[in-house]
Each structure stands twice: as structure tokens, then as C-alpha cells.
């Protein structure tokens, strides 16, 4: 049972860092709609933190390939258990997309593997993307677990949508 619980709750807090879709852009001038394709590999591991309520923190690192921003890294984070998570992913000339997300995953198979699926809630960013908007749909992946609580793992996900920004604000 122990297990079953340190696995969700990693899965939980992993989801609740990464990121995908739905939130609505502010209004803007040359809004376009442009097809967008993520794919991203990250790495999570949990850590203490008196702020969270449950007492740990987990903190998300990786990178990725992204239509619209080319080579990205990523970074995020969220309380074990509780809420959503935030993450943000940086193109290489310093744009950043931030999501505020949910996630979905499955039951944990005999590998330590499951699949998952985040959705944004919020999603917002800087220069061109300072108006952003994502379509419907999920990131969604498979999270392999190292070690039998779910504090540390992989994550490998892709999102295969739309992309909605303001293209006058392409030189900020």
C-alpha cells in the first residue's frame, strides 16, 4: 500500500509539474493559430520543503524540441500531493511558455511505468509568446519510476496541437 500511495502522489506531483493546454490568451493585435508540436524528456526528483503541506517538493528538470521555439529546457515544480503544478519551458533566445497543469495518469505496471496526461489550466509566457494560448489536448507520456516510492523518476511525453500568439510580438 505504501508503494501504491508514494507512486501516486509521485505521479501527482510530476504531473502537476508539467504542462499542456486550454487556457485562453489574452486579447491581443495579429493574433495566428500555428500547428504546434512538443516533445520533451525530463527527470524528478523530491526534496524537503516546509512550505508545501506535505513536506516535500518535487522539482522538475529536462529538455525538449518544440515548434515555434526550437531546442527548450524546462524546469518545474509542485507540492507532493497537493495542487497544481507549474512548469516552464525556455527556447534557446530566452521565451518562455508557463503552464499551470493537472495530470492523469494510469495504475503503476510491474516496470515501474505508467502513462500520464497533463492539461493546462493556465498558460501564459514572455516576448513573442507574451499572449500565448495552447489548443485542446494533453502532453501526454509514460513516467518510469527509480525507486519504489515515486520520488525519482523519467518522464518522456509529447503534445501534438495548436499554437495561438500574437505574431506583433514576435520582436520582443
Known amino acids: 500500500m505504501r508503494t501504491s500511495i508514494g507512486r501516486w502522489f509521485g505521479v501527482l506531483a510530476i504531473a502537476t509539474s508539467f504542462v499542456t493546454v486550454g487556457a485562453t490568451a489574452a486579447s491581443a493585435g495579429n493574433m495566428v493559430e500555428r500547428p504546434f508540436d512538443v516533445a520533451i524528456q525530463s527527470e524528478f526528483v523530491t526534496v524537503p520543503d516546509e512550505g508545501c503541506p506535505s513536506g516535500y517538493l518535487q522539482q522538475i528538470t529536462g529538455s ?37 497543469y493537472t495530470s492523469e495518469m494510469g495504475e503503476v505496471g510491474p516496470d515501474g511505468s505508467t502513462w ?5 489550466d493556465e498558460t501564459y509566457g514572455t516576448g513573442r509568446f507574451e499572449h500565448v494560448s495552447l489548443g485542446e489536448g494533453p502532453l501526454a507520456g509514460t513516467i518510469w519510476f527509480y525507486d519504489e516510492f515515486g520520488l525519482e523518476g523519467m518522464l518522456v511525453a509529447e503534445y501534438h496541437g495548436t499554437i495561438t500568439y500574437d505574431a506583433s510580438d514576435r520582436s520582443n
Open 64 to 100: 525538449g524540441l518544440a515548434s515555434h521555439m526550437g531546442r527548450l529546457t524546462l524546469y518545474g515544480e509542485n507540492c507532493l500531493g497537493s495542487g497544481p503544478g507549474v512548469v516552464t519551458w525556455t527556447a534557446a533566445n530566452g521565451d518562455e511558455i508557463t503552464h499551470v
Open 116 to 120: 500520464i496526461e497533463f492539461r493546462d
